[in-house]
Structures are given as C-alpha cells and as structure tokens.
C-alpha cells in the first residue's frame, strides 16, 4: 500500500506516491563483521547533495506529447554526496554528513535510509518549513541513459545553521573531507577548518558551480568528469588540461577524469626526481599507455608511466606520472542503469585514500564499484559492500596492474 504526501514548492504543489525501495539494502551484517580488519581511521566528512529520486525505466525515451508506460519504478535516495557516502559507507568507512533536509516524508525518507547504510546524519539541518529536494529520472532502456529533472530543496543551506561546535564535532577525527559544490558557501567554512588542522580535502569537480573555483583551492585532491577539464582550462586535449590543473592548484596531489566505459585518466603530482633528464610531452605519453592498457580484458586495469617530467606547449612542465585506467567491459545484458556511476567511483576513491591504496589499484577498483552500481536501477541499489567478492582482486596486493612504461 502507497502512502502519500504533499510536496509544496514555490507556485506549485506536487502529489506524488513515496515509498522505501523494496531493493534498498540495509546494513551488511558480513560487511560489519570484516570492519574489524580495515585501517583505524576511517571517518570521512562530506557536505553536499541528498536527494529522493524517483526512477522510471522505459523502453525508449517518449517524443514530445507521447503517452507512454514505464517497465519498472523506484523510489530511492539519491543526491552526490549521499551517493558517495553511501557508497563509502558499504566499503567501511564511517561517513559523516553535512546537508539540508525538510521536515516532511522525503526529507525523514532520506535519512532513514543513509542511517540505515551506515552514513551518521546527526549533522543533517532538518528545517521545520520548505520542501526537501527530489529529482525525476527516465532511465531509457534502449540507449541504456537517464535523463534528470531536479526540484532543489527549499529553503537552502546556509553556514549560519551551523554553529562552530556542530562543525567541530563533525570534523574531529576525520582522515578526509569531501565537497560535491552544491552547498559551496557552507562548504568553503568547512574547507577553511579543515585546511587549518591539516585534513585532506577532495572535490568533486562535476561542472562549473558557484563557489567551485573557490573550493579548488583548498583540494588535496580533484575527481572530475569527461568535459570539465577542458571547459575549465580551455586546453587542446584532456591530458593538457590535466597537467594545467595541477599547474594551477599547487596544493593538488593527484587529479583524476572519469571517462565512462572508456576508463578513466589519472596524473599525480611527484616531488621525486624525474627518471631521466628529458621532458615528455603529456600526449605523448598518454598515447603510449593507452596503446599498452589490455583492450581484450573484462575486468579493470591500470597502466602507468614512471615519475617523468611531463610538458604540454604553452601550458608549462610538472614532474609526475600518469596513470590511465580501464573500465570493466559490462555484457549489454547486465547493463540496467548508469545513475551514479561516478558517485560510486567517488566513493570508492574516499575509501582508496583512507586507506592508502596506490594508484595502480585505486583506479581498477573505483572502477569496478562503479561498473557494479551499474547493474541495478538507481544511484543505490548495486552499490556493493566491502565484503563482496567481485571486489576482492583490486583489495589485496596482487591486483591487475598491465604495465610500467618510460
């Protein structure tokens, strides 16, 4: 049986059907039983986005005035940054949450569900009045894509809700802070805080934001998706631009740009001396691993180059490596929804660098919670948990690692 509520926005008034998700996993016993054997330091913060979103797969995407039915319907959370916690959450660590939600059914709805993975919401504002923020999504079966249509939640976060002890509290004992740019002026107080204890500090650069620019500045470390490289940088090619991000963010370690089934590119900064003499040029070298990254293999690998100076003309030299990573090859017959996919390879990063996983092993199991969370409809439902065995290859030493190249 439905329940229903009413979900009043500025000029309209919305009624529409919320439930929990029958597929909606609550804590892993197993994966609890294994927290014992992970890294001491595990709190992670995040501020950002959390959402209700209400899925419809289709069989194709509906023209203009169709009528059409959908072939199956959830509703579960959603939003960056709960996406991303959720995620970090079912692999072991202990989330922390900073964010805005309603008083009304989505808003209890949402955090019902990211208590029940494991993300602590205790620094959640819930706000007695407005309306907590939901997103439509048409997942087309046919082209295997979605389409979003956000409602932001109503009224926004605000760094006066919340008080410096709140902030403390939530900080203390944190190994790494992480920002999806949606509640930037909350975001950038929380940035100050940690850059004064020494936190790292991880941004999520998904495209032009108010206030990312900012917050760039404060990053330990950037994970961004296909285009904002270039759009950022207005370089020639996504290897350039990566090298004149680091150029620009001097605080930046590693900076990584999710490619969809195409993989996924990594440089990191070094402070080791270059192999040889020689300046290489960042294409270059890119073309080189990406010729020497396995094409027939299923599963996620990385290829590597070793500490070289890198050099992009008109945009300046930096002494690092470059990593470029695969992404598993999904049958078309399990490919059900992409939703989230780079939450999920977000939030495997935030594990990776809690426990200090190389770059060579960060990139194929990011890449494999990410092709997982892509087998079941919705940014939630696939996200695995630490005890998963799919995950166990990119956790141990021994993990699939193609090559070391000049």
Known sequence: MLTYFTNSVPNTSLRIPYFLSPQVPTSNPRAKMMSSSLPENRIVLGCGGVVVDLLAAVASYPKPDDKIRSTSFQVQGGGNAGNALTCAARLGLHPRLISKVADDAQGRGILEELEADGVDTSFVVVSPEGNSPFTYIIVDNETKTRTCIHTPGYPPLVPEELSQ????????????????????????????????????????????????????????????????????????????????????????????????????????????????????????????????????????????????????????????????????????????????????????????????????????????????????????????????TRLAPFLHEGSEIAGLVP
């Open 165 to 388: 002890s709140r902030l403390e509290s939530a900080i203390d004992g944190a190994g790494l802070v992480y920002f999806d740019v949606r509640l930037h002026e909350t975001a950038i107080v929380i940035a100050k805080e940690a850059t004064r204890r020494n936190i790292p500090i991880l941004v999520d650069a998904e495209k032009k934001r108010d206030g990312l620019d900012e917050l760039l500045s404060f990053a330990t470390y950037v994970v961004c998706t296909a285009k904002f490289p270039q759009v950022w940088t207005e370089a020639s090619s996504v290897p350039t631009a990566l090298l004149s991000m680091l150029l620009r963010l001097p605080k930046v370690k590693f900076v990584i740009v999710t490619l969809g089934e195409d993989g996924c590119i990594m440089l990191e900064r070094s402070h080791n001396k270059a192999s040889n003499s020689e300046e290489m040029c960042i294409d270059e070298v890119f073309e080189s691993l990406k010729r020497k990254a396995p094409s027939d293999d299923s599963k996620p690998s990385c290829v590597s180059s070793s500490v070289v100076t890198l050099k992009a003309d008109g945009i300046g030299t930096l002494c690092g490596r470059l990593h470029v990573g695969t992404a598993e090859k999904i049958p078309p017959s399990e490919l059900v929804d992409t939703t989230g996919a780079g939450d999920a390879f977000i939030g495997a990063v935030l594990y990776a660098s809690c426990v200090k996983l190389p770059p060579e092993r960060m990139l194929p199991f990011a890449s494999q919670v990410a092709a997982c969370s892509c087998r079941a409809l919705g940014a939630r439902s696939g996200l695995p948990h630490h005890s998963d």
